[in-house]
C-alpha cells in the first residue's frame, strides 16, 4: 500500500507566476490535510478536505490560496500570484474515513521555493 | 493553538530510554492524545495515540496520567535514527468529523552516541 504521495517534491515559482501542489492520499482514504511550514518554524493547519467538500479552512489564507479534492483524482493546493513569503514545505495527509481512532498519514512534502 | 505544553529541548544517551512529557491540562473528555514526530525536514511520523489508558506499540508507549491532564511518551532504547522534533497533540474523534492535528513547537529530542 503505497503512502501519501505529493508531487512535485521540489518546485521553483518566479514571483507572480501560480503554483499547483498535488497530493495522492493512500489508498481507501478519503479526507486530506493540508499544512503549511515555514523555515525553522512549526506546521501550521490549512486546510482539511473531504472528497468534493472542504470542512475546514480556518487555515488558508483568505486571498490566493485555494484547495480542491474532486471526486477523481488528487488534492491540489493551488497558490495564485506567489510571492517570496509563500516559500515553505507544504505537507499534505490523509485519514480513512470520518471519525473514529484514525491516525493521518503524512507525505514527504512539496518544498516551494518563489524567487 | 496548541493545547499542549513540551520542554523545548532534551538530550538521550544512545541505547537509553527517552521519556518526553507532555502538558495537557486542559484536555477534555473527547480528546485523544496523539504523537508524531518530524525526522529534519521529512514529513510528520505517526507514533502512537491514546484516550485513558497506557498503549504500547512497536515504537514506543504512551502512558497517559489517570486525571488525563499530562502524559509520556517512552521511547524504550533510542537510537540516532530517534533524533527528530517530537509533537504532543491533543484531538478531537467524533463521528461528525475529526479536528485537524495542530502542531505546537514541539520537543526537540538529540540522542547522543
Known amino acids: 500500500n503505497a503512502g501519501v504521495m505529493q508531487n512535485p517534491r521540489h518546485l521553483v515559482r518566479r514571483r507572480g507566476q501560480e503554483a499547483r501542489l498535488r497530493c495522492s492520499p493512500m489508498?481507501?482514504?478519503?479526507?486530506v490535510y493540508w499544512y503549511r511550514q515555514l523555515p525553522e518554524e512549526g506546521l501550521k493547519f490549512m486546510v482539511y478536505?473531504?472528497?468534493?467538500?472542504?470542512?475546514?479552512e480556518s487555515g488558508m489564507p483568505k486571498e490566493r490560496f485555494s484547495a480542491e479534492f474532486p471526486k477523481e483524482g488528487p488534492s491540489i493546493l493551488r497558490i495564485q500570484q506567489v510571492v517570496r513569503g509563500d516559500s515553505a514545505a507544504y505537507f499534505c495527509?490523509?485519514?480513512?474515513?470520518?471519525?473514529?481512532?484514525?491516525?493521518?498519514?503524512f507525505g514527504q512534502g512539496t518544498r516551494l521555493t518563489v524567487v | 493553538d496548541a493545547k499542549t505544553t513540551q520542554p523545548t529541548s532534551m538530550d538521550c544517551a544512545e541505547g537509553r530510554a527517552a521519556n518526553l512529557p507532555c502538558n495537557h491540562s486542559?484536555?477534555?473528555?473527547?480528546?485523544?492524545v496523539y504523537w508524531y514526530r518530524q525526522i529534519h525536514s521529512q514529513g510528520p511520523q505517526y507514533i502512537i495515540h491514546?484516550?485513558?489508558n497506557n498503549e504500547t506499540n512497536e515504537m514506543a508507549s504512551l502512558i497517559i496520567t489517570e486525571d488525563r491532564k499530562s502524559s509520556t511518551l517512552i521511547l524504550p532504547h533510542a537510537t540516532l535514527r530517534d533524533t527528530a522534533v517530537y509533537y504532543c497533540i491533543v484531538r478531537v474523534l467524533s463521528d461528525s468529523g475529526n479536528t485537524p492535528l495542530v502542531f505546537g513547537k514541539g520537543t526537540r529530542l538529540s540522542v547522543i552516541a
Open positions: 491514546g484516550l485513558k
Open positions: 486542559t484536555i477534555s473528555g473527547n480528546e485523544y
Open positions: 495527509a490523509s485519514s480513512p474515513f470520518l471519525g473514529g481512532e484514525a491516525e493521518a498519514f
Open positions: 489508498k481507501g482514504h478519503s479526507h
Open positions: 478536505l473531504q472528497k468534493e467538500n472542504i470542512i475546514d
